[in-house]
């Protein structure tokens, strides 16, 4: 499985992306899909994750509200549209697939086993 993220740059605060992520290779309804952050500094972040097959995502709290996640199975591609931006928010940003993960797992980074390359979010005050 191959992960490609793309749509980050530079915005400000209050502004809006939009950041895909096209999956190429086997993949099956059950597997998980997520974006994570990590700023400069930081540990890796999870934000948001969902299975391919559908139901309710589930956010990380400081991003409620605010973003909101979309998959398109036809084009094996996932969307996070991410509103009123912040500039905590400022963070490159990774898209991630997993199997097998239960719901307890989403936020850990270490049970998914495949991870885009990035895409830069900057948000200016």
């Known amino acids: 499985v191959q992960l490609q993220a793309s749509g980050g740059g530079l915005v400000q605060a209050g502004g809006y992306l939009r950041l895909s992520c096209a999956t190429s290779?086997?993949?099956?309804?059950?597997?998980?899909m997520s974006w994570f952050r990590q700023a400069p500094g930081k540990e890796r972040e999870f934000v948001v994750g969902s299975r391919w097959s559908g139901g309710s995502a589930r956010f990380e709290d400081s991003v409620k509200g605010r973003f909101t996640f979309s998959r398109d199975n036809a084009k094996k591609t996932v969307y996070l549209q991410m509103n009123s931006l912040k500039s905590e928010d400022t963070a490159v940003y990774y898209c991630a697939a997993g199997s097998g993960l239960i719901a307890s797992s989403l936020p850990d980074p270490g049970e998914y086993s495949y991870w885009g390359q990035g895409t830069q979010v900057t948000v200016s005050s």
């Open positions: 290779g086997r993949t099956s309804s059950s597997d998980v």
